[in-house]
């Protein structure tokens, strides 16, 4: 499994030695024979998106080189409750020491793009496009936006240097919205958003160069007014409070980007478990 811009061994191993300690699962070593086999399977308890099935088959084989993993779903697919995701055969130790830990990843990565497959549904047929934010866990922001691509959704910024963003406490700081979007076109940077809360703020950042404003907090009926203002002049993203019983209204304004940070924020993990054969 490669993602780019995140070291998964270094966060495989990281994860282990966390739950393992210096002593190991000192319980299955007391209890377990140390060349018994075991066969198991993962399986969704619920109907979930799947993503990072073959993240936590690393787990496994970091602690077992030879232990067989077979996905038996594609990340990217959705399932229905009871479906079999992998199995897993290989040394009984190993896979009782690497569970919790492949387990606790898959089961939040899961969550992820569940959860966003469900707001990428809602606004199907809109011509809107869902986007992730940087509310991310520090140390996970490249699995859990790669979570969000498997439940349907699009990147936004992955980091700071990514895209220019002018926000409220830019504008507040720079002295007004043309101050601060000069000083970052005189820096050198192109593709700028602009942070809008208010009507009247939409008109002063055209006119200084916005290249896409972020419509911050505004009710739909607000947001079809932002967007008579601003006439088709740039592309438009609405952020702020979106929920899945809202983001459909929010669609239908005409908006041409939802940025939702519950995606990662606060996305509930997927019930999975890891059923061994008797």
Request: proline share 4%; aromatic share 2%; with cysteine.
């Amino acid at each position: 499994m490669i993602i780019p811009g995140f070291d998964v061994d270094a966060f495989v191993r990281a994860t282990l030695a966390e739950d393992l300690g210096e002593g190991g699962d000192i319980t299955s070593n007391a209890c377990i024979p140390a060349d018994a086999r075991l066969s198991a399977t993962l399986t969704a308890r619920d109907a979930i998106s799947v993503a990072g099935l073959p993240l936590a088959a690393r787990f496994f084989r970091m602690l077992d080189p030879q232990v067989e993993c077979d996905d038996l779903i594609k990340d990217g697919t959705s399932v229905a409750a009871g479906t079999a995701l992998m199995g897993v055969s290989g040394n009984a130790r190993a896979l009782l020491a690497a569970e919790r830990s492949a387990l606790n990843t898959l089961q939040h990565l899961c969550g992820i793009a569940t959860i966003t497959r469900q707001y990428v549904d809602l606004i199907a047929g809109t011509g809107c496009t869902l986007l992730d934010t940087r509310k991310t866990l520090p140390g996970l922001r490249m699995l859990e936006k790669y979570a969000v691509r498997m439940g349907g959704g699009t990147n936004h910024r992955l980091r700071l240097d990514d895209q220019p963003m002018v926000k409220d406490n830019h504008i507040a700081a720079a002295g007004s919205i043309s101050a601060a979007v000069s000083a970052c076109k005189q820096a050198g940077l192109t593709q700028i958003t602009v942070e809008v809360d208010h009507l009247d703020q939409i008109e002063p950042a055209i006119l200084a160069g916005a290249d896409r404003l972020l419509l911050d907090n505004m009710p739909p009926l607000m947001l079809r007014e932002a967007l008579s203002l601003v006439a088709g002049r740039v592309p438009t993203e609405a952020s702020g409070g979106v929920r899945l019983d809202t983001i459909r209204a929010i669609a239908e304004t005409g908006v041409d980007f939802i940025s939702v940070g519950r995606l990662t924020q606060s996305a509930p993990a997927a019930d999975i478990g890891m059923d061994f054969a008797a």
